[in-house]
């Protein structure tokens, strides 16, 4: 295999349009520190911290999908038989070598997030990363085990992400950075479930017993439909009681315009819910990604505004 398309078949692996959420997360829950009462006074050093802790968000999400490939290897000869192990371009020892190069960039990158001498962000990572540990390799594989397995991909991606972006900033031991977190988590632990729709076959032959295949199609999307709206109901409650501190106002328009969208998701979802198991990627998917970024992108207008 020549250079480039090594390279190719790592950057393949690493599955690049995954990483972009969990940076972008790092940076907006920064923001929303930096804008959190007491605001911080701006600084370019201010921008450092986050800048290292997206790029170690994105290691660490690379290192999880990589694990999670090498466990899902036999899942994804049904499911994704393009991917790199699955086709051929990549060995098992070579998948390895990166998911662990990877887990250990993370690790470094988080115990340098250290303002003030706090390695909050080292702690929060590598809870993080066991986490997802659990997710992919037995004995415990909770991708295997229903709601434990969207719990396990909820709090490291949803819950302890923004707290990790926030420790770039200030200390975590508040409220608000785990009701951030929190609003995340719970649309996590329901969207989730939106990519193993398409995968049902594979996942079935895998001994994965995901919401789909536990409880059918149809019922499956009435169950995760919610976390398309509670967790964005949160917002303007939190502005009530003072848990959240940014501009009041854009709070306010955030919250009402995420409830809007998930509610036209779920409608999506909802009228033809066997579309979900036909279609390889649901156009849901796509929205809960989409959803993701707005979310993230209006705290942070809403903190720094």
């Known amino acids: 295999m020549s250079p480039s398309a090594r390279v190719r078949t790592l950057v393949d692996f690493a599955r690049p349009f995954t990483l972009i959420a969990p940076a972008l997360g790092v940076i907006s829950a920064s923001a929303t520190a930096v804008g959190a009462a007491p ?42 038989p393009t991917r790199p192990l699955p086709s051929g371009r990549m060995t098992i020892r070579d998948a390895w070598v990166f998911t662990i190069v990877s887990f250990a960039v993370a690790f470094v990158m988080a115990w340098y997030v250290a303002p003030g ?28 085990l229903g709601i434990w397995a969207n719990v396990t991909i ?20 508040g409220a608000e950075p785990w009701y951030l977190g929190a609003i995340f988590g719970l649309f996590l632990l329901g969207a989730t479930t939106t990519k193993d729709f398409a995968d049902m076959e594979g996942d079935r032959l895998g001994g994965c017993r995901t919401l789909p295949i536990q409880f ?21 409650i939190g502005v009530w009681t003072g848990v ?20 036209y998701v779920c409608y999506l979802m909802l009228r033809r819910p066997d579309e979900l198991a036909v279609e ?12 993701m970024f707005a979310a993230q992108i209006g705290f942070a207008a809403a903190y720094l505004l």
């Open 154 to 173: 909820a709090v490291p991606r949803g819950v302890l992400l923004k707290v990790a972006g926030w420790s770039a900033v200030k200390t975590v031991m």
């Open 216 to 236: 059918g199609v149809t019922r499956a999307a009435w169950m995760i439909s919610p976390s398309f709206v509670l967790p964005f109901l949160m917002i303007p």
């Open 39 to 80: 605001r911080e006074p701006w600084s370019w050093q201010l921008l450092v911290a986050p800048v290292v802790g997206a790029l170690m968000a994105a290691m660490l999400n690379a290192a999880s999908n990589g694990l999670n490939q090498i466990y899902d290897l036999e899942i994804d000869r049904i499911n994704k």
């Open 280 to 291: 390889e990627n649901h156009v849901s998917w796509a929205h809960m990604y989409r959803m």
């Open 117 to 144: 001498g706090r390695h909050e962000c080292f702690w929060i990572v590598l809870a993080a990363g066991l986490i997802t540990t659990i997710y992919s390799v037995p004995p415990f594989r909770t991708k295997r």
């Open 244 to 263: 959240l501190t940014g501009n009041a106002w854009l709070l306010h328009g955030l919250g009402g315009l995420m409830t809007a969208y998930g509610l």
